[in-house]
């Protein structure tokens, strides 16, 4: 079974975030300047936060999207909880 569009860019977005990673390990290990280093680093963040927002928007658009079709209450405030877990996580 071939992966659905959005999984296939998901995962190639990730693929060059872990590119990234290496080529900043490679930087540190060559001793490059700092500031560098950390331009790498924020470029890295970005990537990744790019490819969480599609992740979420993915969530949304199925996850959420199904228990909300499903018309199940329990259902709907788990995956509204889940959410609000996720978004209490992320403001640590």
Known sequence: ???KPD???IVNRLRRVEGQVRG???MVEDDRYCIDI???MQAVK???SRAESEILKRHA???VAEAIASGDESEQRRKFGELIDLFEKAKR
Request: glycine share 6%; net charge neutral; proline share 0%.
């Open 1 to 3: 079974m071939a992966a």
């Open 7 to 9: 999984t296939t860019m």
């Open 24 to 26: 900043v390990a490679q």
């Open 38 to 40: 950390l331009t790498q």
């Open 46 to 48: 970005a990537a990744l």
């Open 61 to 63: 658009g199925c996850c």
